[in-house]
């Protein structure tokens, strides 16, 4: 169900399918909500998956289904996407009906007619809006303002107001609650600008590589803007983004309508030059592209594809990380460019990925999120005045002396059905009081939200996570740890009284 407009809000559609069911005598045994879901396809619909699953496999208790009108099964670009779920259900003996619709759905030429019409304008709705959409993010990156995403090392968020005016920086997963305000970029931290002026003054005039360059920065004690260690491939990040040279660009990558993701060529890209302060002089950043320019053109077709055979006979797999952080390799998008794609350079030297690999960089980073993530929580805890000790052997923390916490960070993985899912294993051994599991979001760099798992109430080893989970698991959900940390506070008995 739809959140975009109020015709189409959850309340709306179940107020106006409560009304057609108790006009014609019928009674609502169960509800099916995906709510502010896309209808684009039906992977991540978890609802309405189950809906077709429980018509397929005859445990439905009801003869009926009552759909708000024609575009609620999906918006989708081939019009008979919904007319096929629609068939699945007649077929099962399962009636449909639409509640806002001026016809009834009674299999006549003309309701037949009208559906048909009415599948083929939901899709075109959505792909005028798409259109729509494209063309007002566009107009904004030529104005100058930030559409999405990090700002990246050195750099912060500026929230301006209608008039212009600066309203203030927004902190990392902040967004802005107005929609006439707008966000640029704007250089961060002085130390953090120095940082980013040194890495290309070392690799411009001491000819240092990223690699090098990577290892100064951790020797050094610097995190990246995501709190992790300096690498080859994010340093070369950092030296080819406009972004450090005031430049505003987008639509490198397009994802229009659900579909494939596709990789523009550089005459396709939307921008606007000078629009924020630059961190770099932009005579630096040209000679950094340029160094990385010669650097890559040195290499023919066939000196590239050797080089990736090389590298897939020492790691036995390859992937856009491993090219990365690769001694002697050309970064992934010279690859990229050159062979119109890595999956294509991977076919030419024989090379057919079985298996997705990438798990392995997520739970590296998951572990060392761990650590990190207890950080926060023991000192959040000590400054809402309670006492905390952590058990360096097994990751416990005992809180005030009282009770004891076990933390489980989730990586998020998508099911064959596109349904997003959450592992949870919990320490039967050494059996927490409560468990705090932090579930990762689909792209497992930030944390989506936290199940808070009281050992007396979930007795279970692992527990399988959907999005929506129904009451019985979701009442522990919380968006923050803020109940947690309640929980740990200490007041004065005065005050507590």
């Known amino acids: ?41 039906i992977a991540g619909r978890d609802a309405l998956q189950r809906l077709i699953e429980d018509v397929q496999a005859g445990q439905a208790d009801f003869d009926t289904i009552l759909v708000y009108d024609v575009s609620r099964w999906g918006r989708f670009q081939d019009a008979d996407e919904s007319a096929y779920y629609e068939y699945i259900c007649r077929r099962a003996n ?46 904004l990156v030529e104005l100058g303002f930030h559409q999405g995403g990090m700002p990246g090392f050195g750099l912060r968020r500026m929230l301006r107001d209608q008039g212009g005016q600066p309203k203030g920086l927004l902190a990392h997963g902040e967004h802005k609650s107005i929609q006439t305000d707008r966000v640029v970029l704007v250089p961060g931290p002085a130390e953090e600008v120095e940082i980013v002026r040194w890495m290309y003054r070392a690799f411009v005039e001491d000819r240092k590589v990223e690699s090098e360059i990577a290892k100064s920065l951790n020797d050094r004690g610097v995190k990246t803007d995501l709190g992790r260690p300096w690498g080859r491939g994010t340093v070369h990040q950092v030296l080819t983004n406009e972004k450090y040279i005031g430049n505003n660009v987008y639509n490198h990558v397009s994802f229009k309508l ?36 010669e650097r ?15 590298l897939l006979g020492e790691k036995g797999q390859l992937s856009a990380l491993l090219i990365d952080e690769a001694e002697n390799m050309p970064p992934s998008s010279v690859y990229r460019s050159r062979f119109e794609g890595l999956v294509r350079a991977y076919r030419l030297i024989g090379y057919n990925p079985e298996r997705d690999y990438s798990f392995l960089e997520i ?15 023991t000192d959040s805890i000590r400054a809402l005045g309670g006492a905390v000790e952590l058990d360096s052997k097994t990751d416990l923390l005992r809180v005030n002396d009282e009770f ?16 997003l899912r959450w592992t949870i294993r919990l320490d039967s051994a050494l059996a927490p009081d409560i468990t705090v599991a932090a579930r990762m979001d689909l792209q497992n760099k930030e944390r989506l939200d936290y199940y808070i798992l009281p050992r007396i109430d979930v007795t279970l080893e ?36």
Request: aromatic fraction near 10%.
């Open 1 to 41: 169900m739809s959140t975009e407009h109020q015709q189409y809000s959850t309340e709306n559609q179940r107020d106006v399918i409560r009304q057609w069911a108790e006009k014609r005598g019928f009674v609502i045994t169960r509800t099916y909500e995906d709510a502010g879901k896309s209808g684009l396809r």
């Open 94 to 139: 399962v009636n449909v009906q639409y509640c806002a619709e001026q016809f009834e759905n009674d299999g006549s030429a003309i309701s037949t007619m009208l559906k048909g019409f009415k599948r083929f304008t939901a899709g075109e709705y959505s792909r005028e809006l798409s259109v729509k959409v494209f063309h007002g993010q566009c107009r």
């Open 258 to 293: 659900k579909k494939k993701r596709v990789v523009n060529p550089a005459d396709m890209w939307i921008r606007a030059n000078g629009a924020f302060e630059h961190v770099v002089p932009p005579e630096l950043f040209d000679l950094a592209q340029q160094i990385i320019a």
């Open 296 to 310: 890559s053109a040195k290499f023919t077709d066939e000196e590239l594809l050797e080089r990736l055979r090389a």
């Open 363 to 377: 739970n590296r980073q998951l572990r060392e999120m761990h650590p990190r993530v207890i950080a926060e929580m």
């Open 404 to 419: 004891t916490v076990s933390l489980v960070v989730a990586r998020c993985r998508r099911a064959e059905s596109g349904a």
């Open 462 to 497: 692992k527990l399988l996570l959907a999005e929506e989970n129904g009451v019985r698991l979701d009442t522990y959900r919380f968006e923050t740890l803020d109940f947690f940390f309640g929980m740990a506070r200490r007041s004065r008995i005065p005050e507590a009284a």
